[in-house]
């Protein structure tokens, strides 16, 4: 069956400082990616999409990157943290590119910026 | 751009009421229509779906109808249980390319017994 992981689970970073946070998917084979995120009292915002190795789509410009380097891994980083980079980062992943098609989240990580 | 509005929360509700929660979305074409659940502590899952007007989703005891008059999918449940609070989420997909999902801020629901 598929699984989805997250790590860390949670993270306090001081502002200015780099950050890693990483995901990987078991049982599936060349999923689409993403990483949403949840601010306090907003609802999740999309931040990047992955279709395959190496492609990266942005949703909102700001302070973070992506990166996908294996099938199905896919990695948010920043190298300056900001304090409104606080939030709870969801990792999520789907199959084919139907608009109806399911998508599968991860345990997420909160992240808080001080 | 496309965009989605749910009923702002939070809500409590007795065990055995009727739970609607509203959701209203603006989209060009036609988006599929969503709503994820988050109970305490786990992740965020799919509840049900609808992928076109006057398709109604169900799940767990749960509805929404697609309806693209009103541009809304209401989630309805005529009996509520303890087991039911989490926070709900009203998302829609849009037709083209990768299901980039937009997303409401989210309702928590809380019942009593």
């Given at each position: 069956s598929q699984t989805i992981h997250q790590w860390p689970a949670t993270l306090v970073q001081p502002v200015g400082s780099p950050l890693s946070l990483e995901c990987t998917v078991e049982g599936t084979s060349n999923p689409n990616l993403y990483w949403y995120r949840q601010a306090a009292g907003r609802g999740l915002q999309l931040l990047f999409y992955s279709v395959g190795i190496g492609q990266i789509s942005s949703e909102v410009p700001q302070n973070l990157s992506a990166s996908r380097p294996q099938d199905r891994q896919f990695i948010l980083s920043s190298k300056k943290l900001l304090l409104s980079d606080s939030g709870f980062y969801l990792c999520a992943w789907s199959v084919?590119?139907?608009?109806y098609n399911e998508q599968f989240f991860g345990p997420g990580t909160r992240l808080t910026v001080l | 751009g496309n965009s989605v509005t749910q009923m702002e929360g939070p809500v409590t509700l007795s065990e055995e009421a009727f739970l609607t929660i509203n959701c209203t979305y603006t989209a060009t074409g036609y988006p599929s229509l969503f709503w994820y659940v988050q109970y305490p502590g786990e992740g965020l899952q799919l509840l049900l779906k609808a992928t076109k007007a006057d398709d109604k989703g169900s799940n767990k005891g749960f509805e929404a109808t697609y309806r693209k008059e009103t541009t809304s999918f209401h989630l309805e449940k005529g009996s509520v249980q303890v087991s039911d609070s989490a926070v709900y989420f009203c998302a829609l997909s849009d037709?083209?390319?990768?299901?980039k999902l937009v997303f409401g801020q989210g309702t928590r629901l809380t019942i009593n017994p």
């Open positions: 084919g590119l139907a608009s | 037709e083209q390319g990768a299901q």
